[in-house]
C-alpha cells in the first residue's frame, strides 16, 4: 500500500528542538519510515496509553536510543503526531 504523510505543528516544533545529530537520524529514519512504517528496523509498536487516550491506534517509530516518533494511520494517511523521548507517550 502506498502512503501519503502528514506530520503535526507539535511534530514540527519538537523536530526543530532536536540536536542537529538528532535531526539527521531521523531524517534518515524518515527514508525507511516512507517506503514502510512497518519495517522491523523501527521496531514500530502500539503505543496503548494514547491510543486509549485518542480513541484511536497510535504507534510509536524508534528512530535511536530514546528518540521516537508518534503516528497514527487513517485509511492510506500516516499523521506524525510527535517526535521526542519516552516523554512524548504522555497524556
Not at 517506503?35 to 484511536?56: E, Q, T, V
Not at 500516516?78 to 516523554?87: E, L, N, P, Q, V
Request: with cysteine.
Amino acid at each position: 500500500m502506498k502512503f501519503r504523510f502528514k506530520a503535526s505543528c507539535a511534530f514540527w516544533k519538537s523536530f526543530t528542538k532536536l540536536p542537529e545529530r538528532q535531526q539527521v537520524s531521523a531524517k534518515a529514519a524518515y527514508k525507511v519510515f516512507e517506503a514502510n512504517p512497518f519495517d522491523p528496523r523501527l521496531r514500530a509498536h502500539k503505543i496503548n496509553s494514547l491510543s486509549a487516550y485518542y480513541g484511536k491506534t497510535v504507534y510509536a517509530a524508534e528512530i535511536e536510543g530514546d528518540l521516537h516518533t508518534a503516528f497514527y494511520v487513517e485509511g492510506e494517511m500516516i499523521f506524525t503526531a510527535d517526535i521526542g523521548s519516552h516523554a512524548i507517550y504522555r497524556v
